[in-house]
Structures are given as C-alpha cells and as structure tokens.
C-alpha cells in the first residue's frame, strides 16, 4: 500500500472552456479529498490550446481555497522560466494562505514549445545551465535569514516549503540525491529512463536536513471504469491527444471514441503505446493488477495518477474507483 495523489492540468475539452476548466480542477480536489488522496499537484504548461493550468500559483490558489486538507502543489514549476526570488515569493504567500498544505516540485523543461518558451525566459541556454544553482538559491530564500542576508523573500523567508524535484531523465535524478530532496520521475509519458532514474537517485542520495533516506514518487497515465472496456473506451482521449502532440497540433482534450482504427497510423500507433506503457487503464480489478506490478517494480513510496478523461462524472468515477483498490493507503493522510 502506498499514499495515491493527483497531478492534474486543468485540461479544457473540445467542448468546454478555461473557467469550465478550472472548476473541474476544483471539483477533482474536493473529490479527491473527501477519497483520502494525499496531494493535488498542478502542472505547468504554456501556449497549450487543452491545458488551463499555465498560471500554476493561481490555479494552486484557487483549488486549496476550495479544499481543506488535501496537500496541494506544483508538478511542476518549470523553473527555468522564472527568477527564484519570484517563484519562493509565490510559494511563501500560497503557504501563508494555506499553512502546512503547500508543496513545490520544481522541473527543468520549459513546459512549451521553443518558440513560446523563449517568449518567456528569453536566453534558453543560461536558464537550462543556471537550474541547479537556482533550486539551491530557492530553497535558501524559504529557509530562515541568514546573518547579512541581502536579498530576501517576503513572504517566502522562513515559509520552508517542501520542496521536490521533478525528472523524466537523470539529469534530475543526480541533482536531487545529491540535494537530499525527495524525487518524482514523470514515468507517465517519459518511461524509458524511469529504472535507471530511481536507481541513479538512490544510489546518489545523500542524507539531508529534508530527508535521511530517498523518497520516490512515480506518476501514471490512469482510466478506471467498472469494466476494461469502458476504461479502454476513456482511454482513447488521451490516445488521440498523444497522437495529435506527436503530430505537432496538439488540441483540446477530444471526446473518446469506441475505435482509434483510421485515427492513428501503426507507428503512432506503437510511438503511443510504447510513451504510455505504464498506463494504468482497465476495471479495478485490472488497475490493482497493473499497479501491484508497477509499484513492486519502481519500489515507489508514493503513486501519483494524471487522469486525462474527456468526462468529468467519469472522470470522478475513476477517482473513487482508484481510492477502493486494496493498494491504496490513505493512512498518511492528515488534518
């Protein structure tokens, strides 16, 4: 048994819009709460025409106002993107408004295309370069003062929000065991380095004021539904948009379809499904079959499920569905 948390990126659908969006996020929290799940992560994206989340500290605001105990937080802050007295500015106020709720994973990526993403931090290269030294002066500006201490963050200063790094390589692996931070592998659409991540991680560890032993969380793409068929059926919103990002016109979250045959080619087809093995889709008792197997493979302390459902009561179905299976352990939960 291990905790279970939602990373979600406010997807809009072809048929809603951003304020519907958000409101699903909310509802999902709310949900998810009341389930016994232990955090509700947001992700950072940008000029993405299906995710509503780009405004991550808002989005983060806006679904702990709506919960009460739920841990909530970013999967991730794409650092690169910001200055860290920013970033621990927004982080010390979100914890100020929400004491003892707030969690930071921060990535590396810029969360966009190179385009978009030159809009927003200008030289790509130093941001990407400068990404160690930026965690490290983060975490430092939510720490206490130090003596002499020039620049500070209020609010921020003294906050010690966790924080997490966030990995689809081993770039991410090294740093965080070297930092002692816990670590979250993006295995739910990155999952070829997924094993020689952790163990990279955890061979690197080193024991630190956060940690004094390695703490892994792994993420997977999910659809649960009373039947594999009906999960499968979920499903294939998440195929088409995999397809359509590959493609390179990434859209809205489509509706699903009782057949990909004709949408896809066979390599997409096997581009696809090879990105989204880890994929946990099917009946409950499918999903506790699939995870046991998952979770016993990585040796993950914690699961975190992204649910990219076209329908928002099926959506929530998946959600109660997850929190029944016998791998569930809410008993980490607090508040």
Same mark, same amino acid.
């Given at each position: 048994?291990?905790?279970?948390?939602?990373?979600?990126?406010?997807?809009?659908?072809?048929?809603?819009?951003?304020?519907?969006?958000?409101?699903?996020?909310?509802?999902?929290?709310?949900?998810?709460?009341?389930?016994?799940?232990?955090? =509700?992560?947001?992700?950072? &994206?940008?000029?993405? #025409?299906?995710?509503?989340?780009?405004?991550?500290?808002?989005?983060?605001?806006?679904?702990?106002?709506?919960?009460?105990? $739920?841990?909530?937080?970013?999967?991730? $802050?794409? /650092?690169?993107? &910001?200055?860290?007295?920013? @970033?621990?500015?927004?982080?010390?106020?979100?914890?100020?408004?929400?004491?003892? #709720?707030?969690?930071?994973?921060?990535?590396?990526?810029?969360?966009? +295309?190179?385009?978009?993403?030159?809009? /927003? #931090?200008?030289?790509?290269?130093?941001?990407?370069?400068?990404?160690?030294?930026?965690? $490290?002066?983060?975490?430092?500006?939510?720490?206490?003062?130090?003596?002499?201490?020039? $620049?500070?963050?209020?609010?921020?200063?003294?906050?010690?929000?966790?924080?997490?790094?966030?990995?689809?390589?081993?770039?991410?692996?090294?740093?965080?065991?070297?930092?002692?931070?816990?670590?979250?592998?993006?295995?739910?659409?990155?999952?070829?380095?997924?094993?020689?991540?952790?163990?990279?991680?955890?061979?690197?560890?080193?024991?630190?004021? =956060?940690? +004094?032993?390695?703490?892994?969380?792994?993420?997977?793409?999910?659809?649960?539904?009373?039947?594999?068929?009906?999960?499968?059926? /979920?499903?294939?919103?998440?195929?088409?948009? =995999?397809?359509?990002?590959?493609?390179?016109?990434?859209?809205?979250?489509?509706?699903?379809?009782?057949?990909?045959?004709?949408?896809?080619?066979?390599?997409? #087809?096997?581009?696809?499904?090879?990105?989204?093995?880890?994929?946990?889709?099917?009946?409950?008792?499918?999903?506790?079959?699939?995870?046991?197997? =998952?979770?016993?493979?990585?040796?993950? +302390?914690?699961? @975190?499920?992204?649910?990219?459902? &076209?329908?928002?009561?099926?959506?929530?179905?998946?959600?109660?569905?997850?929190?029944?299976?016998?791998?569930?352990?809410?008993?980490?939960?607090?508040?």
């Amino acid at each position: 048994m291990v905790a279970f948390s939602i990373l979600d990126l406010s997807p809009i659908t072809a048929d809603g819009n951003v304020s519907q969006s958000l409101e699903n996020s909310r509802r999902l929290a709310q949900v998810a709460e009341a389930k016994g799940f232990k955090r =509700f992560w947001l992700a950072e &994206h940008h000029g993405m #025409r299906g995710i509503a989340s780009a405004a991550t500290s808002i989005v983060i605001s806006h679904v702990a106002a709506g919960t009460s105990r $739920i841990r909530v937080g970013s999967g991730g $802050i794409m /650092l690169p993107n &910001h200055s860290p007295l920013v @970033i621990a500015e927004q982080f010390g106020t979100l914890e100020a408004l929400y004491p003892g #709720r707030i969690d930071l994973g921060l990535g590396r990526a810029p969360g966009t +295309d190179m385009n978009t993403a030159r809009a /927003l #931090r200008r030289n790509l290269e130093a941001a990407a370069n400068n990404f160690p030294q930026d965690v $490290i002066d983060l975490i430092a500006l939510l720490g206490p003062a130090a003596e002499n201490q020039q $620049i500070i963050a209020v609010p921020g200063m003294g906050s010690n929000v966790p924080v997490w790094l966030l990995g689809s390589s081993h770039y991410s692996a090294h740093l965080a065991g070297m930092l002692g931070l816990p670590f979250a592998f993006a295995s739910h659409f990155a999952p070829d380095m997924l094993l020689t991540a952790l163990e990279i991680y955890r061979e690197r560890f080193t024991p630190s004021k =956060f940690l +004094d032993k390695p703490h892994v969380m792994v993420g997977v793409m999910a659809a649960a539904a009373d039947s594999d068929a009906e999960a499968e059926y /979920l499903f294939t919103s998440m195929q088409q948009s =995999f397809t359509a990002l590959r493609r390179g016109t990434p859209g809205p979250l489509p509706p699903p379809v009782r057949s990909m045959d004709g949408l896809w080619s066979d390599h997409e #087809r096997t581009m696809v499904e090879h990105t989204l093995r880890y994929a946990v889709v099917g009946s409950p008792q499918t999903a506790e079959a699939r995870l046991q197997g =998952f979770l016993k493979e990585t040796g993950a +302390d914690e699961l @975190i499920i992204s649910l990219p459902i &076209h329908d928002m009561d099926a959506r929530l179905r998946s959600v109660e569905l997850f929190a029944a299976l016998p791998s569930f352990d809410s008993s980490t939960v607090t508040g």
